[in-house]
């Protein structure tokens, strides 16, 4: 996922960078910072877990909640 190749960087507003590329992709926004911080942390944990890099960890975590927002926008769940 291109979009978010700026948020590997662990530089202050990374957080801030995330709420934002997961309201892009249908996270509400009143829970977008939260959620962000819980993602950053899933993300560091499969790291260490999986021995999978920042960027897999965390592409793979906005494919998810990706598809969990569109199924829910459908009616889905």
Known sequence: M?????LLSMEPG???????AMIQL???VEKALEMAGQ???RARQIMSEKGQSYEQALSY???LLKQGWAAKAKGIE
């Open 2 to 6: 291109k979009f978010f190749r700026g």
């Open 14 to 20: 990374h957080l801030e960078m995330l709420s934002q």
């Open 26 to 28: 249908g996270c509400p």
């Open 39 to 41: 993602l950053d942390k």
């Open 61 to 63: 975590l906005l494919n």
